[in-house]
T-cell receptor, first 115, second 110 residues
Framework: GAVVSQHPSRVICKSGTSVKIECRSL??????MFWYRQFPKKSLMLMAT?????????EQGVEKDKFLINHASLTLSTLTVTSAHPEDSSFYIC???????????FGPGTRLTVL | DAKTTQPNSMESNEEEPVHLPCNHS???????IHWYRQLPSQGPEYVIH???SNVNNRMASLAIAEDRKSSTLILHRATLRDAAVYYC???????????FGKGITLSVRP
């Protein structure tokens, strides 16, 4: 199946710093990428939908100025958590959609810990 | 989006078949039924999807009730690696967003 990578896999940062997470589709072009957040023992919550070359669409309650999403190419989307605080500590997961089937391909996730 | 209901958890024995149920009584005619699974500390993985007819692939089978108000994911021979949270999700054909519920946690006994 298609492969989606995320970098970094794990990051620890100090409160107030910004963290960038990359999501790449390695062997296909992704017309749409999605960003999710998952707290311990909870389900995935969709944060935003990202289409290449256009502004991301954020879900209700997700601050667009805090979670900056850039989808500059058909194989790369980035999520920047600005001025991170301990409550932003979570497992961030991206998925990519090629448009060739209904299947979404998920990245392995990035575990963010804010001290 | 139409909602799905799954049991919280299920246990199975290794090398035995597993039937994971999902209720979706408010499903509309254009809703696809998707199944994804998530192993611990990993991103979700696509398992199977269907619309009206039963579907088979190398991972599993999907049995869809005639009225489409329920479906069952069938793992033909459970292995320890199948222990995961399985999510049953509906999406309308034109809307590719996936809304994850709580899923069902499958435990596999050796």
């Amino acid at each position: 199946g298609a492969v989606v990578s995320q970098h970094p896999s794990r990051v620890i940062c100090k409160s107030g710093t910004s963290v960038k997470i990359e999501c790449r589709s390695l062997d296909f072009q992704a017309t749409t990428m999605f960003w999710y957040r998952q707290f311990p023992k909870k389900s995935l919550m969709l944060m935003a939908t990202s289409n290449e070359g256009s502004k991301a669409t954020y879900e209700q309650g997700v601050e667009k100025d805090k979670f900056l999403i850039n989808h500059a190419s058909l194989t790369l989307s980035t999520l920047t958590v600005t001025s991170a605080h301990p409550e932003d500590s979570s497992f961030y997961i991206c998925s990519a959609f090629s448009g060739n089937s209904v299947e979404q391909f998920f990245g392995p996730g990035t575990r963010l810990t804010v001290l | 989006d139409a909602k799905t209901t799954q049991p919280n958890s299920m246990e199975s024995n290794e090398e035995e078949p597993v039937h994971l149920p999902c209720n979706h009584s408010t499903i509309s005619g254009t809703d696809y039924i998707h199944w994804y699974r998530q192993l611990p500390s990993q991103g979700p993985e696509y398992v199977i999807h269907g619309l009206t007819s039963n579907v088979n692939n190398r991972m599993a089978s999907l049995a869809i009730a005639e009225d489409r108000k329920s479906s069952t994911l069938i793992l033909h021979r459970a292995t320890l690696r199948d222990a995961a949270v399985y999510y049953c999700i509906l999406s309308t054909g034109a809307n590719i967003k996936l809304t994850f519920g709580k899923g069902i946690t499958l435990s596999v006994r050796p």
